[in-house]
């Protein structure tokens, strides 16, 4: 499984953005699909995850109401619309795929994609 995320860019604060991550490979319907970011100098974290089977979404505290994870199995995409973006969005996003067969792990990663909010 191979991810490709794309869609960041610099937003002012109160802006909005929607990244986009493609999945090459099979079973993408059956994968829990998540979205992490990395701030700089701060480690990797959590911010949406939606399940393959049933599809139920969960979200980080931080970006609850603000934020919605989709997908659209028929495309093999994820995406993340984010609204009232705050400077503390600022970070490096990431799509992650667990397995076909296991939501316990995330066990492929894309390549990031910047995104940048200005206050």
């Known amino acids: 499984v191979q991810l490709q995320a794309f869609g960041g860019g610099l937003v002012q604060a109160g802006g909005s953005l929607r990244l986009s991550c493609a999945a090459s490979?099979?079973?993408?319907?059956?994968?829990?699909m998540g979205w992490f970011r990395q701030a700089p100098g701060k480690g990797r974290e959590f911010v949406a995850s939606?399940?393959?089977?049933?599809?139920?979404?969960d979200y980080a505290d931080s970006v609850k109401d603000r934020f919605t994870i989709s997908r659209d199995n028929a495309k093999n995409t994820v995406y993340l619309q984010m609204n009232s973006l705050k400077p503390e969005d600022t970070a490096v996003y990431y799509c992650a795929a667990s397995s076909a067969f296991s939501a316990s792990n995330y066990d492929y990663w894309g390549q990031g994609t910047l995104v940048t909010v200005s206050s």
């Open positions: 490979g099979r079973l993408f319907s059956r994968r829990t």
């Open positions: 939606i399940r393959g089977t049933g599809g139920s979404l």
